[in-house]
């Protein structure tokens, strides 16, 4: 007689309606259903992980075109006029200063005007 529904088997299938604990209805009971949803949701998860990094990138950018718009700059030319200054500052520290300590971010505003005033 031959074995077919064995301890290995068994287990994996276990595993993987584990990890799929919180989905919703057949997508966590059913185990066709909850692989293919599991799979699905390790490919979102894989392109989310790569796709966060854009969207951090965006959220700073967002908040300093805004902070420099109340010192009367534009996002581009205040950008612009960092690379003039030498200023090696990235946009995420640029976004903290801008929040967290905004007499420092009006310093390098500051900054960014005198460089953008030399010929």
Excluded at 18 to 25: I, L, M, P, Y
Excluded at 68 to 96: D, P, T, V, W
């Amino acid at each position: 007689m031959r074995a077919v529904d064995g301890t290995r088997h068994k287990d994996r299938r276990k595993k993987i309606l584990r990890q799929t604990k919180g989905f919703h209805a057949g997508r966590r009971r059913l185990w066709r259903t909850a692989k293919d949803a599991w799979m699905k949701a390790g490919l979102w998860a894989w392109r989310d992980r790569r796709r966060k990094k854009r969207d951090m990138r965006s959220l700073w950018i967002v908040r300093l075109n805004a902070a420099c718009r109340l010192r009367g700059i534009s996002y581009s030319r205040f950008i612009h006029g960092l690379k003039k200054a030498q200023m090696q500052l990235n946009r995420k520290q640029l976004s903290e200063l801008a929040i967290h300590d905004p007499d420092a971010f009006n310093a390098i505003v500051e900054k960014v005007h005198e460089a953008l005033q030399k010929p």
